[in-house]
């Protein structure tokens, strides 16, 4: 305790505080307060040395003080973006348990369900926390079941083989050997359209768009239930609370504010600075031990790991001489095809060759013209590549899906490029198909194209991408304003939400669509809003709306849907918009309030706010360096690396093979880029594969076969080197390295590490779900680490996990540690020497050339609080 003082004695002075200490440099406002035990007098301060350092010390105090409070509120308005993320999330059922597709039968979502993010467990969570086994009777899904079943796993993994966890059994029980490869039956041959159960209507709801142009479900019964919940325009309680333009447009303006505030900018610029030397300190110090853990993994290499192409649009996913290969087979077996509809008459393949004065044996990549590389800021002759010679009729005729042949080319391109990918196994697509908004029919057709042309494989998802070509639209009078884009784009899909079998085809293709893009040149110029929320009935311009005014329409609709088809036990939807590839950064933020993840992002690298929230939320990044390379900026100054290093979720991905890449294998052509332009290290490329399995939309039951059976905790307890390839101590260096940001955000906590050694506390902060770093014998916590499925018993895999768990652990161990500290980032050193200090072994030792004694080491402690 603090020697009682009068009240109105002025503590406010320095001098009477400090006993004589004269100096003008120390005058701050308001004193330290908090010595209990060291009462400061002359007799005290008789060594001259001491009467400096406590100066020093005052000086110190009272600038953090200073900082303080402006860092507090950067804090808060920090935290408080991070939460308008997860408000958007929540609503939307975008987060991992959401789906259906996420309960497999074992994995029932997390409890709370607020407790879990887009990609897994939020990493600030504790992990054992949200999977207790009332999960399993809460759970109000059923097992997702997956039609045509995948692949059964080809190799087992057995405990003599080094891995704790054994591949599960199949569900009746029998042990699956290796009876049949993967490749032997086709998914195509499997599917009948007759096996997939088209459900029941739902009579008990009704949906109608609503003011804003926001598809809305309501009861079918119940009439307006004014007395509570809340109550839309139309007097009625809608399913699900959607975000209002108003508020959306309101919360992007608080983001965007954040964003652009100097302070903030300057602080995560910092950060990010700070992110990335620390990774530069981590490769250094464990390269060979990330080797040696790498080698252990018998079978495992990066040619065996999932790779997921997680942007790459479906029209441009051949590459050219595979599409020249097939023209020419057209050409030669069917030249008297009828294939297209022009000027009052059909033609025939052979017909349209001639109009175009080209023989099969004058075609050529070169005559093809496909290639975009001299593109450069040129996103609208780019679209123009599409063409095949420059022919917008050979385009229609072999790679659209709606033209006379009803996409017959088109689907057996596909076909082919199916069977490629289940041949190569490791390699899955996320492939784009166009709904454009210009009539209600489009769904449909494009259902029927995939469905009839058995259009399914295990290594293939579909998104749905939304090219944002308003203003064509009205200005060749196909739409009167925005809100007939949003009816042709959505209504379909409640229709088929309410009543399958009114689209049955429809019903089966989006089992087999994870998600929505919004796709189209950002580098036009757009309109801005300013405090006016024009309604989409409103917005009857030839201009088509901003950016983020689509984003608002494709979000606030989805999630609407979503909640729908969440309570119906149909599959959910996220938001993968392209954002951040060029035009307007703010495009970003948006993104980062509404979608799952995005593609591109490259102009993250000019909003250093921005990009630190992206950090702290782990949002999905799809990179394509070769298509930013060929568009809009070249490979060397890509920021995909920087990324990498501070420790953003980024995965590779190709975008447009059919522009940008010369072989078959386009998503090992781009990796293959990226590792020699980067010196990535074999370490690097599946970290990489496995965030783009992160990122992407399988099921819960494929991604645990993929990538571990845990895979959503966060760290080192959700990796499992066999089937990632992944060292683990790299995810648990990643894991305690956004805890520390995180604790810094939201609780103003400093990272030890970052803190010089002489003042650290000795039991450092730490956030308030960690378990606590007494008593000091952390045996418990490394058997937990080492009984979850998929860790080994490694000895570096424990430490990294003890570490990704707990810092303080770490630091509590001491002598008793498994492992030589300096194969965990130097943690396990500058531990030992805090702990060493704490107990006062470390008396007269020198640190930065000031002689610390015990006493005065714990006064600074005491001065941090
Ligand atoms: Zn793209």
């Known amino acids: 305790m603090p020697p009682a003082r009068p009240p109105n004695i002025a503590l406010t002075d320095p001098e009477l505080f400090l006993g004589g200490i004269r100096s003008p440099l120390t005058k701050p406002s308001t004193p330290i307060t908090s010595m209990p035990g060291t009462p400061v007098n002359e007799t005290n301060c008789e060594d001259l040395n001491a009467k400096e350092l406590l100066m020093q010390m005052q000086i110190l105090a009272f600038a953090e003080q200073g900082i303080g409070s402006e860092l507090e509120q950067l804090y808060a308005s920090f935290a408080r ?11 939307s059922n975008q987060r991992l348990g959401d789906n259906p597709k996420d309960h497999d039968g074992t994995f029932h979502g997390f409890t709370p369900r607020s407790s879990g993010d887009v990609m897994g467990l939020k990493a600030e969570v504790e992990q054992d926390a949200c999977e207790g086994p009332s999960a399993a009777e809460n759970d109000e899904l059923p097992t997702w079941n997956i039609y045509p079943p995948p692949p059964p796993p080809h190799w087992h993994w057995k405990p003599s083989q080094g891995s704790v966890m054994p591949e599960p059994t199949s569900s009746d029980g029998t042990e699956m050997t290796k009876t049949t490869t993967s490749t032997s039956i086709k998914d195509n041959q499997t599917f009948k359209i007759e096996d997939c159960q088209i459900h029941e209507e739902d009579k008990q709801h009704i949906f109608q768009l609503n003011d804003e142009g926001v598809f809305t479900v309501y009861s ?9 919940g809340e109550v839309d325009s139309k007097g009625k309680k809608p399913l699900a609370r959607i975000p209002t333009l108003k508020e959306y447009f309101t919360d992007l303006d608080y983001l965007l504010g954040v964003c652009s505030d100097g302070p903030a900018k300057s602080f995560a610029f910092r950060r990010l600075k700070y992110l990335s030397s620390k990774w530069s300190l981590y490769c250094l110090l464990n390269e060979y031990q990330e080797l040696a853990d790498m080698k252990a993994v018998p079978h495992r290499d990066f040619y065996n790991v999932r790779k997921v192409d997680t942007h790459i649009h479906h029209s441009a996913s051949m590459n050219q001489k595979h599409l020249l290969r097939f023209i020419k087979s057209k050409l030669k077996r069917n030249p008297n095809e009828i294939v297209i509809h022009r000027d009052g008459k059909d033609l025939t393949l052979k017909e349209v060759f001639e109009s175009l004065n080209l023989t099969a044996y004058d075609l050529s990549i070169d005559t093809l013209d496909m290639h975009a590389h001299q593109e450069f800021h040129r996103f609208d002759r780019f679209n123009d590549r599409y063409n095949p010679t420059g022919s917008s009729r050979l385009r229609e005729i072999f790679l659209k899906t709606d033209n006379l042949l009803k996409g017959k080319y088109l689907a057996e391109l596909t076909q082919e490029l199916i069977a490629d990918l289940e041949q190569s ?35 293939v ?35 088929v939400t309410k009543d399958p079998s009114s689209h049955p085809e429809l019903h089966i293709f989006l089992q087999r669509v994870v998600g929505f893009d919004s796709v189209d040149d950002e580098s036009k110029p757009e309109r801005r809003l300013y405090r006016k929320f024009p309604t989409a009935k409103m917005w009857d311009t030839n201009q088509s709306p901003p950016y983020s005014y689509w984003i608002y329409y494709m979000y606030a609709n989805m999630a609407s849907l979503n909640a729908w088809r969440r309570s119906r036990g149909f599959n959910t939807f996220v938001l993968r918009p392209h954002c951040g590839e060029a035009g307007d950064p703010d495009h970003l933020s948006s993104a980062f309030l509404t979608a799952h993840s995005i593609s591109h992002g490259i102009l993250l690298r000019k909003v250093p706010a921005l990009q630190y929230l992206f950090y702290l939320k782990q949002i999905g990044l799809a990179m394509s360096p070769l298509s930013n390379n060929a568009l809009f900026l070249t490979y060397e100054r890509n920021p995909f690396k920087d990324y990498f290093k501070v420790g953003l979720n980024v995965s590779l991905s190709t975008d447009d093979p059919l522009q940008f890449h010369f072989t078959a294998s386009h998503l090992l052509e781009e990796y293959s880029c990226a590792a020699q332009i980067y010196k990535l290290t074999p370490a690097d490329m599946c970290e990489l594969a496995r965030n783009s399995v992160l990122q992407s939309g399988w099921e819960m039951q494929v991604k645990k076969h993929w990538i571990g059976h845990k895979w959503y905790l966060p760290g080192a307890a959700g990796n499992d080197i066999h089937k990632t390839n992944v060292p683990t101590i790299r995810l648990a260096y990643r894991h305690s390295t956004l805890l520390e940001e995180l604790a810094l955000i939201r609780h103003g906590q400093h990272s030890p590490s970052a803190t010089p050694t002489h003042l650290k506390q000795s039991s450092p902060a730490r956030l308030p779900h960690q378990p606590s770093p007494q008593p000091p014998s952390t045996s418990n916590d490394r058997t937990t680490v080492s009984n979850r499925p998929g860790m080994t018993n490694h000895p570096s895999d424990v430490a990294a996990a003890a570490m990704s768990m707990t810092n303080s652990s770490v630091y509590a161990q001491g002598e008793s540690h498994p492992i030589a500290p300096h194969l965990i980032g130097g943690v396990g050193t500058l531990g030992e020497r805090s702990r060493k200090k704490s107990v006062g072994q470390l008396k007269g030792v020198s640190f930065g050339g000031e002689a610390v004694t015990p006493l005065e080491s714990d006064q600074v402690h005491e001065a941090r609080r």
């Open 425 to 459: 196994k490791y390699q899955v697509s996320e492939w784009r198909l166009s709904i454009y908004g210009r009539n209600l029919g489009e769904w449909d057709k494009l259902a029927k194209w995939v469905v009839n042309n058995k259009l399914v494989s295990h290594n």
């Open 220 to 228: 079918a019964t119940e009439e307006s239930p004014r007395v509570n």
């Open 461 to 495: 998802r579909w998104l749905i991408q939304v090219p944002r070509l308003y203003e064509v639209y009205k200005g060749s009078g196909l739409v009167n304003n925005f809100e007939d884009v949003v009816k042709n784009v959505f209504q379909p899909l409640f229709e």
């Open 81 to 91: 973006c991070l939460d308008l993320r997860d408000k958007y999330m929540e609503l």
